[in-house]
């Protein structure tokens, strides 16, 4: 069995027009939802034996509150100018090429490619959750899915189950 926590960024800042796309920081909503799905991934016990974090600051700072709760020793984090706003077919290629000793892989990247693979790799689940994957994949969410296979590169559209799909209002307490 493997499972693929997939992490869309958390709520961007657009203020300074004169800033690279790609280095857009979090903004003060972005932070509390990084801050609260953190919490949530920690909660579930969803330790990832690796994590793929796109280079981009608004997914390295989505990233850095759930370092700060993991256990140590962190598990390995690669940073990827590739997962910057990389495509479903990108994202996927890249999970089929994980060592198959890994159970558990965290990818934290950007929509519509994070989106797009979430909804195709769901084959079944919640029928509600599945609609929710499938209708839009807003910042900070979160897609579990496990895949009943043995080898990463066996990862393909409709392989797995959506186990949860869950926002950042969706945990929110204030």
Request: aromatic share 2%; hydrophobic share 45%.
């Amino acid at each position: 069995m493997k499972t693929v926590l997939l992490l869309r960024h958390a709520k961007s800042a657009w203020g300074d027009p004169g800033l690279a796309d790609h280095e857009r920081p979090l903004n003060r909503r972005g932070e509390h939802a990084a801050e609260i799905m953190a919490d949530h991934i920690v909660r579930k016990g969803l330790r990832p034996d690796i994590i793929l974090c796109s280079t981009a600051l608004r997914t390295r700072q989505t990233l850095a509150p759930l370092l700060r709760r993991l256990d140590n020793p962190a598990p390995p984090i690669t940073l990827e100018k590739g997962l910057y706003l990389a495509s479903e077919a990108v994202l996927l290629a890249r999970l089929q090429a994980l060592p198959d000793d890994l159970r558990v892989a965290l990818l934290i990247g950007h929509n519509e490619g994070i989106g797009e693979l979430g909804g195709a790799l769901a084959g079944d689940g919640p029928a509600e959750l599945l609609q929710a994957l499938r209708g839009k994949f807003p910042t900070g969410a979160l897609a579990i899915l496990q895949a009943p296979i043995q080898q990463w590169a066996q990862l393909a559209p409709g392989s797995a189950r959506l186990v949860e799909f869950v926002r950042p209002r969706d945990l929110d307490r204030d």
